[in-house]
């Protein structure tokens, strides 16, 4: 059952780095939009959006359930070191949140929607910055439980280069799914060459910024060119992950856009495998080399137990709901009304 | 502020803000649907345009309710991870069923509002039900999570340490049908009577009045139902509460003194230090009958509960009195209201009919934050009662008292851009939904 419970975690991570990803991305396009084009890209990008965006932040929740009710002590020290990335992170989420409903649902068009702009395309850079902070804070072996002053226990956990590169390269990988993703949603070619355009730029960001995740590794002594190569699924990854960037850009002049959308989805995929492979099944590595182990840190045996069966139960209900909603609005030629 | 005082504040500043907004985003999809229903059986655009209304505000309040839940999840490590730590696996049943619950509600919430048009019409009205059922769903698991804490079963706790851990019967704790059912009915009263409250003013200036007429009597029937049935399930809780938690409703009713006929203590300010009520109205074995149906048999007073145990008094009998005496007011109200319709007298151009309702918009809500103050600070000092006192699983970190004046500042401002997003979206009406025989109607 322990196995269910962890494939569900992973599968949530994974889902909410590709669909809410995408999601964040579509405000990091508009941050990195000129204000000529501002209008439009966000008239495409809402209409992609709008119908499956409240669904896409669930994954984060179900993550988070998984990781409280399961794995206890692992949600705890988390929660207890990178108290100060969590509240930046989650005042994101509030930002964002409510600044797209409030753009999208107040009655009055005025000025006020330049304040809901502003809002939503700087908490969509800060958010997944911050998101990938924590993620590197974890791997990074920062969290000193041993600690006793604020600075090493609680600024020190996550305010270095390694977890910082991380969330430019979470930030950059965003934004490069967004703008994969708007390409096929894009019904003009001025629009589509614009979002290729981007998908470009942002395909090189997060070349760069992968780098200086492993110039930081180096940095910090942080064992990162051995976690991703130093094993066979590691290499094997990296190199899917390769080949299907090449195919990707192949075909994107040639108009394929579900197939891109795939092959986007996937290097996501294989970046997540290469980076959880290694370490699985300790997610978070303490100072001084321990760890936290999904398997020896988990909840009580029952607890375990009925959480799989929730989250199967849950699962027969909302994979198939969530595939016709996506499916529904993928229809072409459906202009979207009610916002 | 120490730090123990500001994770408490922080919690309860959380807690109280996503609770209004939970409320209205659990209920209000049950008005669209019946309104909907009205529209697909009746064709009357009114309706049509009524449900668009209030979809926007599902919309608004979902949305700021989702990521306040987002932030409470989090904010349960974030602030107590001691509890965490131990509870989680114990109480996380209701967690992760919600969860799902919650996703389902924002499927079924992308289909209902963007559907428009797009697909049979009774689907589209039953996504909409399905918006309404599942947030229901959601906001009864959670209150089942909390009645654990209230009541904590399926666990045994040996030597400090969590075991035989049984998480369904953590779920279906003693207290958590009371619990629940107390929660979903003032949900239910509190939305209706605001909504309807919101309505009677338009009509009051005289706006719209057909479309804010027929808007009003959903609501009202929805408020008024609930507050009538509320007085039983709060009998079903008080008994609960004096079974379980006999110190909490000692403080509820600040009974100081065990004795044969305690008394129910109406109003009064309680003296902790003499142990009096001064200024109450006392009814000399109403609260025996009430908990035992008994006049005779006492009732567990503050004196036979250790100090460190007490919750404070004042604070959770001030709640409680001010929750029952607006319970009473709605519900007085409501029977006004099933007179008229009995009577099939129309109130509506009288005055005095609009100007009461106007005045119970807000009390409904303020009822109840003032039932979750009974129930939060009620239990204190324990946060797992009789289990884990609150002080020991507070979080190590300090200087929390930022992180609340940072919260804090974050929902003032969410709480008045929402009003200000509801004045316009009412301010609106004539334009954008109250547009006779235009039958496909943009938003904008």
Redesign the interface.
Known sequence: MIYVVIVFLWLALLLYLVMGGADYGAGIIELFTSDANKSRTRRIMYNAI??????N??W???A???L???F??I??T???YL?IP??VM??G??AR??A???R??????DDMQKVYNKVFVYSSFVTPLFLGIIAGSAVSGRIDPGAND?LH??VLSWLNWFSVAIGFFTVALCGFLAAIYLIGEATDHPSRKSFIRKARIMNLAAFVAGAMVFIAAIIEKIPLVQWVFGNIIGIAAVSAASISLVVLWYLISRGKRYIIRVLAGFQVTMILLTTTYKHYPNIVILKGGGYLSLLENR??E???E??AI??L??GL??LP??GY?IY??QKKG?D???? | MDNFMAARSQMALSLGFHIIFSCIGMVMPFFMAVSHFLYLRSNNNIYQNITKAW??GV??F???G??????L??E???LW??F???A???F??P??????A???E??????F???????NKWFHWFTGVIVGVSGLTSGILVVAANAWMNTPTGFDLVNGK?LN????KAMFNPAWFSQALHMSIAAFAATGFAVAGVHALMIYRKKNIEFHLRSFRIAAIFGVLAAILQPLSGDISAKMVAKRQPAKLAAMEAHFNTEPYSPLILGGIPDEKNKTVNYAIELPGMLSFMIYEDFKKPVKGLDQIPKADQPPVAVTHYAFQLMVSLGMLMMALGVIYLIALAKKKSWFSKNWFLKLFILATPLGFIAVEAGWTVTEVGRQPWIVQGVMRTADAV?????IAY?FY?FTA?YLS?SC?VVF?LY??I??VPV?YDVAGKPHL???
Do not use: C, N
Request: glycine share 10%.
């Open positions: 709008g119908p499956i965006w409240e669904a932040h669930m984060l929740i179900i988070i359930v998984i409280f009710v399961g206890p002590v949600y705890t988390m929660s207890t108290h969590l509240v989650l005042m989420i509030i949140g409510t797209l409903t409030f999208s649902y107040d009655a009055v068009r604020f226990a609680y909840g009580a029952k607890a375990i009925s959480l929730a989250l139960i849950g209900f909302i709901a969530l909603l529904s609005f459906q979207i009304e009610g916002h | 979809s926007k919309a608004i979902f949305a700021t989702a990521v306040s839940g987002t932030v999840s989090f349960l490590g974030l991870p001691t965490m730590k131990h989680g696996p114990i996380g049943m967690f992760s069923l919600e969860g799902t919650f996703f389902i924002a499927i079924a919430l992308g289909f509002l963007y559907g428009w048009g797009k697909f969590y851990i049984d998480p369904i979080t190590p970190m300090p200087g992180s940072l974050v969410l851009v997003l316009r979206q301010k609106m954008l943009k938003a904008h």
